[in-house]
Antibody
Framework: EVQLVESGGGLVQPGGSLRLSCEASGFTFSRHWMTWVRQGPGKGLEWVANIKEDGSARYYVDSVKGRFTISRDDAKDSVYLQMNTLRADDTAVYYC???????????????WGQGTMVTVSP | DIQMTQSPSSLSASVGDRVTITCRASQSISIYLNWYHQKPGKAPKLLISAASHLQSGVPSRFSGSGSGTDFTLTISSLQPEDFATYYCQQTYSIPPTFGQGTKVEIK
């Protein structure tokens, strides 16, 4: 079964750090870009970061640049999100997702984990 | 960044109704437009990629069309399991941005 399982969420104080993990199974992890998407309470979806198959390219939404780092370990079929200097507006459910490259080299997020909740509060 | 605007923000419909949701991009994105739906407490699910390509396992009552800046998701006959929030997403350029969502509720 193709699946992604996130872990590492929790309650953290403003200015603190947290590391999210996402373990993949059921597909060849090393062949895919991977991404993180978040959803604040009662809000829509916001892309956070993605990482190329070989880890040689990484991209971030402006609001997390310099604070968050995406990485991967293909030996463990896992992608990570290191989150530093957390703020209240980082409070959200964080999803990891697989990037699927389809027709005409179009990308879509075709497999999603169940999400892990991050709460930033004093 | 490319802004994605969906309309309507919410709608009420009955089982069996034909439902149409539109998505407009702030600049041309060719066909790099995806549709997802999300049920409360669940992860989003990819329905359509590249504007009109139905994902494997997604019922044929879902269809997508459009190119450039204007796109449409149509549900030909709404079913009980289709009540959810629908999001469009552009992957033409980084950052990949989502629309604000369209909540489809039971009338």
């Amino acid at each position: 079964e193709v699946q992604l399982v996130e872990s590492g969420g929790g309650l953290v104080q403003p200015g603190g750090s947290l590391r999210l993990s996402c373990e993949a199974s059921g597909f060849t992890f090393s062949r895919h870009w991977m991404t993180w998407v978040r959803q604040g309470p009662g809000k829509g979806l916001e892309w956070v970061a993605n990482i190329k198959e070989d880890g040689s390219a990484r991209y971030y939404v402006d609001s997390v640049k310099g604070r968050f780092t995406i990485s991967r370990d293909d030996a463990k079929d896992s992608v990570y999100l290191q989150m530093n200097t957390l703020r209240a507006d980082d409070t959200a459910v964080y999803y990891c997702a697989r990037v699927f490259r389809g027709v005409f080299a179009s990308d879509a997020f075709d497999i999603w984990g169940q999400g892990t909740m991050v709460t930033v509060s004093p | 960044d490319i802004q994605m605007t969906q309309s309507p923000s919410s709608l009420s419909a009955s089982v069996g109704d034909r439902v149409t949701i539109t998505c407009r991009a702030s600049q041309s994105i060719s066909i790099y437009l995806n549709w997802y739906h999300q049920k409360p407490g669940k992860a989003p699910k990819l329905l359509i990629s590249a504007a009109s390509h139905l994902q494997s396992g997604v019922p044929s009552r879902f269809s997508g069309s459009g190119s450039g800046t204007d796109f449409t998701l149509t549900i030909s006959s709404l079913q009980p399991e289709d009540f959810a929030t629908y999001y469009c997403q552009q992957t033409y350029s980084i950052p990949p941005t989502f629309g604000q969502g369209t909540k489809v509720e039971i009338k």
